[in-house]
C-alpha cells in the first residue's frame, strides 16, 4: 500500500519554526509511542540542528508497555532525551518539566552565574498532526494561561503562552513531510490515524493491519472478534472473518468487508484489542 501525503502548509510551518528557533531555549517534539519513528518528522532535525530538544512520546497508554521499555532502553544507550507520557494524564508537568532543565542545565547553569535566573524559559511544542499535541498543550498551560502579545512570533499567526513557574511555550502547526521513504512509514501513520481517513483505501488499510495484528498479537484478534487461530488466514480473508462475526452481511450474503474495515481501524486505534504498538526497536 503506497501513501504519499503533501501537505501545502509544510513550507510555511517550516519557516516558521526557522524564524522562531533563535527565541527559543529547548524544541519539545511530540510523538506517538506507537510508532516512535514514524511519528517523527525526518525533516525536523534538520530545522533544529543543535537547538536541544526533548522527545515526548504521548499516548503512552495505548503502547504495548512492554515495546516502550525496549524503547526506554533504546534511546538511554543513543542519549536521547525522551519522555513517554499521556497528554490526558494532569500529572506530566513535573515529567516534563525535569525532562526540560535536564536538557537545559548548562544553559541553566550560566544564567545562574550571570544572575539571569528569573529569564523564562521558552519551550516550542513541534510534533505531526494527530499526536496529541493540543491536549498536550492545554494540560501544560491550564485554565489560567495567558497570552503575551507584542512578542516575536505573534505576528506570525502565534503567540507565546505563559506557563506557571517561569516558562514559555510557542505552538507550532503539526508538519508531515512531503515523501516517506519506506511503505510502512505511511502505513503506520494511517493505522495511528495521522493521515486523513479521506485519502487512504479503508478496506485495504484494514487488512494490512489484521495482518500486522495476526503476526503480532494474535491472541488480541482471537479475544475480540473469536476468530480462532488468526495467522492461519490472510489479511482479507481475515477481514471477512471479522464481517462474519459481526453478522455484517450484505445482499446476496456476502461479507460486508468494508463495514468490517471501519469497524477494526476504529477498535484497533481505540485500545479495543489491548495496548499496541507498530514499530519495535527489534525490527527497526
Not at 143 to 148: L, V
Amino acid at each position: 500500500m503506497q501513501i504519499q501525503w503533501f501537505p501545502g502548509h509544510m513550507a510555511k510551518t517550516a519557516r516558521l519554526i526557522s524564524e522562531n528557533l533563535k527565541l527559543t531555549d529547548v524544541v519539545v517534539e511530540i510523538a506517538d509511542a506507537r510508532i516512535p519513528v514514524s511519528s517523527r518528522n525526518p525533516y525536523l532535525a534538520k530545522l533544529l540542528g543543535n537547538k536541544p530538544r526533548v522527545l515526548v512520546l504521548n499516548k503512552a497508554d495505548l503502547a504495548d508497555p512492554k515495546i516502550s521499555a525496549l524503547w526506554k532502553k533504546k534511546y538511554a544507550e543513543i542519549g536521547q532525551s525522551v519522555v513517554f507520557v499521556n497528554s490526558r494524564d494532569e500529572k506530566i508537568w513535573n515529567h516534563i518539566i525535569s525532562a526540560v532543565e535536564e536538557a537545559l542545565k548548562e544553559l541553566l547553569l550560566r544564567r545562574k552565574e550571570k544572575n539571569m535566573v528569573g529569564r523564562p524559559i521558552r519551550m516550542m511544542i513541534t510534533g505531526i498532526p494527530n499526536v496529541g499535541k493540543s491536549t498536550f498543550i492545554n494540560n501544560m498551560s491550564g485554565r489560567a494561561s495567558a497570552k503575551t502579545g507584542d512578542r516575536p512570533g505573534v505576528t506570525t499567526g502565534k503567540q507565546w503562552v505563559t506557563l506557571r513557574g517561569g516558562y514559555e511555550l510557542l505552538d507550532t502547526p503539526g508538519m508531515l513531510w512531503q515523501k516517506f521513504e519506506g511503505e510502512n512509514e505511511g502505513m503506520h501513520l494511517a493505522f495511528t490515524g495521522a493521515i486523513k481517513d479521506d485519502i487512504i483505501d479503508t478496506e485495504e488499510l484494514a487488512f494490512h493491519m489484521l495482518n500486522f495484528l495476526k503476526e503480532n498479537y494474535p491472541d488480541a484478534v482471537t479475544a475480540r472478534y473469536g476468530i480462532e487461530n488468526p495467522g492461519e488466514l490472510g489479511g482479507y480473508e481475515l477481514l471477512c472473518a471479522v464481517a462474519e462475526r459481526r453478522k455484517f452481511i450484505v445482499s446476496g450474503g456476502e461479507p460486508d468487508t468494508e463495514r468490517a474495515a471501519r469497524i477494526v481501524i476504529d477498535e484497533v486505534r481505540g485500545a479495543k484489542l489491548g495496548r499496541i504498538s507498530f514499530e519495535s526497536p527489534e525490527n527497526l
